[in-house]
Structures are given as C-alpha cells and as structure tokens.
C-alpha cells in the first residue's frame, strides 16, 4: 500500500451519539495534515452504490453537539456478498479513497476486517455503540449519553411510581448485554435490576418487592435490559429460546410484559411497563461522549499517517490505546457477574434477580 492521500469515513450499524463528533475530528485532523476527505453516506450501502461526497471543514463545522450521524446509516445486504463487497472495493477506488474509517459497532467492524481481508484496503475501526459491548475497549461513546437518557427515565418514573404505589418496569436497550441497564439502573436508583448476564428467577424479584413493602416502601422501580431471561431460559439452547420467544410474542411484547404479568400474578401488585426504546439513541451527546469521540476519531487519523493500519483506537485505564480489528470483530464484551460494580450494587441491597 503507497502513501495514504485520501480517507473515507462511514457510519454503520445503530446510531450512537457522540459520531458526529467523531466524524468531525477524523476530518480536520485528516484535513489538518494535507489529506483528503471523503464522506460516505449510509454505511456500506454508501459504498456499494457510490453515494460519496468529498469533505471539508466547512462539512462537519457545528456537529459536535449534534446526535445522530450527518452520515446516516442503514442495513446494506448486498454488502455480505463477495459481488456487493466488489462494488465497494471498485466504487471506493474510483472515489480515490486509499483507506477507511468505519464507525461503528462490532458488527460494522466486522465488516470492515472482512473487507480488509479479501481487498487488502486500510481500515481502521472507531467504538461507536451505546450498548458499550465491543470487546477490547473499557468504553465505546454513545454509552455515557445513552446512561443520561435512561436514567432519566428512571428518575421520571420514580415521582409517578410513588404517587401511585406501583411497581414500575422500565426496560431498556441491551439485547445481548446489560451494561446500559446496570449503569443507569444505579444512576437512577432502580431497586431490581435484570440483565441478560445474570439469569433472574421470580422467586427474588417477588422477595425483593415484598421486603420493600414490609419496610413501608410502597413502590418499586425495575429496570430491565430487553435481553435479560430467566433461569429457566437460560437452560435452553438458542433455538428453544428463539421458539419460546416466539409462541410468547402475541401475549407479551416484549420481557418487561413477561415479568410484569408474573408479578401481579404471584403478588397481586399493579404493574405499568415503560419502554424508551430508540429515545435512549437520541439527543445530543453529552461532554464526554463529544470529548472521548474526538480523541478516538483525531488517533485515527495518526494512526494512518503512521500507515498503521487494521487498528481500532479504543479506551484502556482512561489511556486512548489501540488493538488490532481482528482482536475485535465477532466478540462481545459482557458484565462480569463478579466485576466491581456488580458486587457493589449487591452491597447497595439491590436484587439482581438472582
């Protein structure tokens, strides 16, 4: 590979706040040190179909505040095909594009060391997911902001659950992992919190609400990640699961429906169920998201000027480091059951659904 000239930035996968800012510090730092720019629009879909567009400052000046992605981003099947991947590889040659900054969750970086793979392009990999769930890195932006978003909602449903008397389930975003509901869970003073990593049995979740009652507490609050399963579910393989999942889906809608029914069935308490959904992506980035995107998008840019290429700059001890794409793709980070902060919101008193 000759000497870098020309980078093409995409966004990929879920929206995260905090790539806007990270959109931006690639560029001027690129444009900084005499390269060039090229935006590609709507992922690898962008790629395939050669909606790209040259960048310059004046391109990403006020968006650091801005959520979302001026990129866009979108679902692009014809990139899993060895046809579609070689009208990338043609469009992006065609464009004068000589490497790629692919923002994005593991997914999108899985894509990015597929493509480098069969093409030999330079690609370097940036942490952008609100689930915090790509593995090498202590901290993906989008994360903290999505933690303001959810524990807010907490906070909200906190004046009405008391009011009322309730138990309130709040369930968030978190397939696979449950970062997102453990940290806003505590943020926002939730006294159940369910994840995917800790199996939960109905036993716990009753006991715990009726100590609360026994102590005057007349209102409790549940966060739940829309991943999180039961102990009994957790016995059955993948495909058992997915079966179960879908018998279940014309009665619930989704976990927090599953468990609140259980709950005024075994106790007889009133149920309401809050889903935030995609809100939990939305809004502005806060400082830090705007501030850890701009240092992970401006060591981008120095790691192809350096030709160091099939990196991802990520977080480790509050330090910007690096570690190879490969390392990364099809891996997922998950909360330790041990960890600090698990064993910490056990010493807080809140039941863990275990």
Do not use: W
């Given at each position: 590979m000759g000497t870098v000239k020309c980078i093409g930035i995409l966004t990929s996968g879920g929206d995260a706040p905090g790539m806007n800012a990270a959109i931006r510090a690639v560029t001027r730092a690129a444009i900084y040190n005499g390269l060039q720019v090229k935006g590609i629009y709507r992922g690898y879909k962008g790629l395939v179909t050669g909606e790209i567009k040259e960048f310059k400052s004046q391109n990403?000046?006020?968006?650091?505040?801005?959520?979302?992605?001026?990129?866009?981003?979108a679902r692009c099947k014809e990139f899993t095909t060895p046809e579609g991947r070689q009208l990338a590889y043609d469009n992006m040659k065609k464009e004068g594009i000589d490497a790629l900054v692919i923002i994005g969750g593991d997914g999108s970086l899985t894509g990015a060391r597929?493509?480098?793979?069969?093409?030999?392009?330079?690609?370097?990999?940036?942490?952008?997911?609100?689930?915090?769930?790509?593995?090498?890195?202590?901290?993906?932006?989008?994360?903290?902001?999505?933690?303001?978003?959810?524990?807010?909602?907490?906070?909200?449903?906190?004046?009405?659950?008391?009011?009322?008397?309730?138990?309130?389930?709040?369930?968030?975003?978190?397939?696979?992992?449950?970062w997102l509901t453990l940290y806003a869970g505590i943020a926002g003073g939730a006294d159940i919190i369910l994840i995917p990593e800790i199996p939960y049995k109905m036993e716990s979740i009753i006991n715990a609400i009726s100590k609360r009652t026994q102590e005057g507490k007349h209102f409790t609050i549940i966060a739940v990640a829309e991943g999180a399963i039961s102990?009994?579910?957790?016995?059955?393989?993948?495909?058992?699961?997915?079966?179960?999942?879908?018998?279940?889906?014309?009665?619930?809608?989704?976990?927090?429906?599953?468990?609140?029914?259980?709950i005024t069935?075994?106790?007889?308490?009133?149920?309401?169920?809050?889903?935030?959904?995609?809100?939990?992506?939305?809004?502005?980035p806060n400082a830090y998201d705007r501030v850890l995107a701009t240092r992970?998008?401006?060591?981008?840019?120095?790691?192809?000027?350096?030709?160091?290429?099939?990196?991802?700059?990520?977080?480790?001890?509050?330090?910007?480091d690096i570690i190879p794409i490969s390392e990364v793709a099809g891996?997922?980070?998950?909360?330790?059951?041990?960890?600090?902060?698990?064993?910490?919101?056990?010493?807080?008193?809140?039941?863990?659904?275990?």
């Open positions: 990403v000046s006020n968006i650091i505040q801005l959520g979302g992605t001026i990129l866009k981003t597929i493509f480098a793979q069969e093409f030999d392009v330079p690609c370097i990999g940036l942490p952008g997911t609100i689930d915090n769930d790509l593995y090498g890195t202590d901290m993906s932006f989008g994360f903290q902001s999505a933690i303001d978003i959810a524990s807010n909602t907490i906070d909200c449903i906190h004046t009405t659950a008391a009011s009322h008397s309730r138990v309130f389930i709040v369930e968030l975003m978190g397939h696979k992992t449950g102990q009994e579910e957790a016995l059955l393989t993948k495909k058992k699961l997915k079966e179960l999942r879908a018998s279940e889906a014309g009665k619930y809608p989704s976990v927090a429906y599953k468990i609140g029914d259980k069935e075994l106790c007889g308490h009133e149920v309401r169920v809050t889903v935030p959904g995609h809100v939990q992506r939305g809004g502005q992970l998008g401006v060591k981008a840019a120095e790691l192809i000027m350096a030709g160091k290429y099939g990196y991802m700059p990520c977080v480790k001890n509050n330090q910007i891996k997922t980070r998950k909360v330790d059951p041990q960890s600090d902060v698990v064993l910490q919101a056990r010493q807080l008193g809140l039941c863990l659904g275990d």
